[in-house]
């Protein structure tokens, strides 16, 4: 496969953890001290990149706090249309121009911060200046420090390494990936922690480094085997995942020990989950021959946005691993839930049977569904036991393998996640925009084309089968055709992401039970927000606003292009009216789901037995609604 341009300056190939028999031990007899290793800082570090970031970021938390009502800015009187002020803490103002979308979100122009008539770009000296303001205590306001800081330092790394839109546009998915600059509504989108600065240059998605992933062997008395019917034993997923000389090595490392590889399944593991969790937590099954290290199966992967998935980039054909990564990013700790986990192919083979049996969805969509096939779950003898500890140290250990989406596509065909839609690079350039360029089409037309891809597989699964998935920027991938004009849907993360009606539909009544019971239930009135949180709240309000600068598409136009979508997929299948009704997508108010909230007021950065949910606060209009009064 190609590397992208940016991949020649990477750090090079990382290899496998070592097995204790071959780890390097430093030799007590050699003379003279132990060399050190020289201190550097990242060359992204420097004043040009860090205000630029900065600056950035303080747009975003500004226009993000105040779209969740964290803060409430006001208009400046006497001064002209869009800048508005804040009072803080100690009585003084910060200013700034900002825009109101259709959700009534704010977009705040970077630059245009001001405090005591000066401009302002630093979103970590803003926190304790707004502390009182934000409502937010002592130990919450020093781990947002800390992750505002980490997430700060990726943005200027991302802006140190950016290429263009239009070289972008020339990468492969899993290239382009490492360009992407995160969750575009959560501002901590990048803290991350639990891992180093080495962790983060070594590890993270911008870092772009390939790497060949370490496997153990965990015995059968603590790790469980699930495949779908394809995968139903081990040997069918180990016969695709790993050559034979490597399948005879693994083996040979076992019988060395004098143990029975009959008696073992053999996943990947995250190094740095190994040095850091798994070597601490499960010492005495490693010392007591349950758990073997073994070598790496030499295949090279890279680590994607979702930062503990990794596509191999050797051998396309060859699944998609998912490893739990015991770091805190985002909203959650990101291991892999025991339960969802074993549960992960019962789930695929459900969807995949919706899908199969359904023309509409096969034939006509053909929407792709990534699979997570087999996954091996290790059990912890005591965690897993105890119910009131925190979940993150009951999602220690264990694996999920996904399709690979380069199989499933048909020749011509290209794939790029929805959140490069909203990507711009440093010139301002929009890679939506680039793409429309290439594509001949006018930007109605494309963006036509866009949610003709997109919105009627997932309406169909709402609508007809009462399931929605969560098709936010990195689950929903687009395919392109030869020219980047968007022609059908993938989605991924099924088990983690999937939800059902919770009341009962009658093509719920095949479903297995295994799948029923570990499948997140939501009343209809709320099984729409994953679409529009997701979707609509989650991508298309940054998108619309990047087609009205640079396509020149009106905003309201962007919206009437998806009211007449999911007028159009109604008017398609006029039997399921009173599913039109119960899941109401176009109701005049939704409620407002609020991600910043969670770490601010909610959570903030205590543990907790369960996962935590997105924050409720209050409703916005929902730029779908007008479209009732033109049918």
Known sequence: MPKSPATHDSPAVHDSIAAPDSAAVPDSTAPGPTALTPLFAPPELNPRAWDRAAGRLLAKLLGEFAYEQIIEPVPVRGAADGQYALTLDNGETLTFRATRGAYDDWRVEPGSVEYRNQPFTDPLRFLPLARGLLGIDGETLGHLVRELTTTLAADARLDHTALTAARLADLDYADLEGHQTGHPWIV????????????????????????????????????????????????????????????????????????????????????????????????????????????????????????????????????????????????????????????????????????????????????????????????????????????????????????????????????????????????????????????????????????????????????????????????AIVVFDDQDVPVRLAIKDFVDDVNISAQPLPEHDAMPGDVKDILLTEEPSFLIQFIHSGLFVGVFRYLAPLCEDQLGLPEDEFWSLVRAEILRYQVRFPKLEKRFEAFDLLTPRIERLCLNRNRLHLDGYRDRAHRPHAAVHGTVPNPLAAGRQDE
């Open 188 to 475: 901590l989108n990048k803290g991350r922690v639990g891992f180093s600065a080495t962790d983060a240059a070594r590890w993270a998605p911008e870092a772009r480094t390939p790497a060949r992933l370490p496997w153990i062997a965990v015995s059968t008395t603590l790790a469980t085997y699930r495949g779908v019917s394809a995968l139903r034993t081990p040997e069918l997923l180990y016969t695709r995942e790993l050559d034979p000389a490597v399948r005879e090595r693994f083996d040979s490392v076992l019988r060395d020990r004098g143990l029975d590889p009959a008696a073992y399944l053999y996943l990947p593991v995250h190094p740095w989950q190994w040095a850091e969790v798994l070597l601490p937590l499960y010492a005495p099954a490693i010392a007591g021959g349950a758990i073997v290290p073994l070598p790496t199966d030499g295949d090279l992967r890279l680590p994607q946005q979702s930062i503990r998935t990794f596509l191999n980039v050797e051998r396309p054909d060859r699944h998609t691993v998912k490893l739990p990564l015991s770091i805190l990013n985002t909203l959650v700790w990101r291991g892999l839930p025991t339960e969802r986990t074993l549960a992960a192919p019962a789930v695929t083979a459900w969807v995949h049977g919706v899908r199969e049996a359904d023309p509409f969805l096969r034939d006509e969509c053909g929407v792709v569904l990534l699979g997570e096939v087999a996954s091996v779950t290790v059990e912890h003898p005591l965690y897993d036991h105890l119910p009131e500890v925190p979940y993150q140290y009951k999602e220690l250990l264990g694996a999920i393998w996904r399709e690979p989406l380069q199989t499933r596509l048909a020749p011509g065909e290209r794939a790029r996640t929805l959140a490069s839609l909203i990507h711009t690079d440093p010139q301002g350039r929009a890679f939506t925009a680039e793409l429309v360029a290439r594509s001949g089409l006018p930007p109605a037309r494309w963006l036509q084309r866009l949610f003709s891809a997109l919105l009627p597989p997932l309406l169909h699964f709402l609508y007809r089968y009462g399931t929605v998935f969560s098709p936010h920027g990195e689950n």
